[in-house]
């Protein structure tokens, strides 16, 4: 059995990111992604994402500036197990509600320390890409997803409020230095 480890986006983890995004749709995550599309055009959607062309978000409206995304995948044993997504800047929208990093782990691998993991392990690529900082913003309901940050030092910096576009969020920012 090898370690976990943070890699593109590839054909070889097809079936298990499949199965991990039946997963997330049943508890209403990526509901934007018709799951029998991307099955069917894996090598298209791999391409997508690793071009920075397709995110594994919800898609925002027009008026938000786009910014350059890397997406990375966790896994082990080529098992598909969470996604990191580190944008490159900060808009007005990312500094508010989105951050520099965003990570989810899919609910079958939940509880078994995969979120320390793969924030850890996304610290050396966040600064790679010359982020020093990353603001990292969360659900202030994501019990588990706020001790995670807490847990690899992330410093609060406060809340920002719900708007009738976006949800409240906690604010958090994380030396990846």
């Given at each position: 059995m090898s370690a976990s480890k943070l890699v593109k986006p590839a054909l070889e983890h097809k079936e298990s990111y499949i199965e991990a995004l039946r997963?997330?749709?049943?508890?209403?995550?990526?509901?934007?992604?018709?799951?029998?599309?991307?099955?069917?055009?894996?090598?298209?959607?791999?391409?997508?994402?690793?071009?920075?062309?397709?995110?594994?978000?919800?898609?925002?409206a027009d008026w938000v500036e786009p910014v350059p995304e890397t997406v990375l995948w966790l896994v082990k044993d080529n098992d598909f197990i969470g996604t990191l997504n580190i944008r490159h800047?900060?808009?007005?929208?990312?500094?508010?509600?989105?951050?520099?990093?965003?990570?989810?782990?899919?609910?079958?691998?939940?509880?078994?320390?995969?979120?320390?993991?793969?924030?850890?392990?996304?610290?050396?690529?966040?600064?790679?890409?010359?982020?020093?900082?990353?603001?990292?913003?969360?659900?202030?309901?994501?019990?588990?997803?706020l001790h995670v940050v807490e847990f690899c030092g992330g410093t609060f910096d406060g809340d920002t409020p719900e708007t009738d576009q976006f949800p409240a969020r906690k604010r958090y920012w994380l030396d990846c230095t």
């Open positions: 997963e997330f749709q049943a508890e209403g995550r990526y509901t934007f992604l018709d799951v029998h599309d991307v099955e069917k055009n894996f090598e298209d959607f791999i391409e997508k994402v690793n071009d920075g062309k397709k995110h594994l978000h919800k898609p925002y800047r900060l808009n007005w929208h990312l500094e508010k509600w989105g951050g520099h990093i965003n990570f989810v782990i899919r609910p079958s691998m939940r509880s078994k320390g995969f979120g320390k993991k793969i924030l850890q392990k996304g610290m050396p690529f966040a600064c790679y890409l010359g982020i020093e900082r990353a603001l990292i913003t969360m659900d202030p309901k994501d019990e588990v997803g």
